[in-house]
């Protein structure tokens, strides 16, 4: 019933740039926070950045200064702007969405969501 997208992944030089949409199905989610996570090879999930239904937004300190999280609220979909790649920035990303009433620095946390996306695979080369 509940359905998140993600899409924009691909493979990218050192350097380069990617741009990642989500898009929710299913219900609406304007009242919630929407995040993205990522997951390498042999590493747990991990948080990248999250915006909360006010906009107020949140980075995990790997993607300051070089990521940007946005959302449409009419469209239930959320993007993550990716710029000056790192190769240790390859993985696979996912949206999510925070549990209801959730807000703040401690939508670090992934336990703090309720629905996930299949992920979509960004690789940067060096």
């Known amino acids: 019933q509940v359905q998140l997208v993600e899409s924009g992944g691909g493979l990218v030089q050192a350097g380069g740039s990617l741009t990642l949409s989500c898009a929710a199905s299913?219900?609406?989610?304007?009242?919630?926070?929407m995040g993205w996570f990522r997951q390498a090879p042999g590493k747990d999930r991990e948080f990248v950045a999250a915006?909360?239904?006010?906009?107020?937004?949140y980075f995990a300190d790997a993607g300051k200064g070089r990521f940007t999280i946005s959302r449409e609220y009419d469209k239930d979909t959320v993007y993550l702007q990716m710029n000056s790649l790192k190769p240790e920035d390859t993985s696979v990303y996912y949206c999510?969405?925070?549990?209801?009433?959730?807000?703040?620095?401690?939508?670090?946390?992934?336990?703090?969501?309720?629905?996930w996306g299949q992920g979509t695979q960004v690789t940067v080369s060096s």
């Open positions: 999510s969405v925070g549990l209801a009433g959730v807000s703040g620095p401690g939508l670090n946390s992934g336990r703090l969501y309720d629905y």
């Open positions: 299913g219900r609406t989610f304007g009242n919630r926070a």
């Open positions: 915006i909360t239904w006010r906009g107020t937004t």
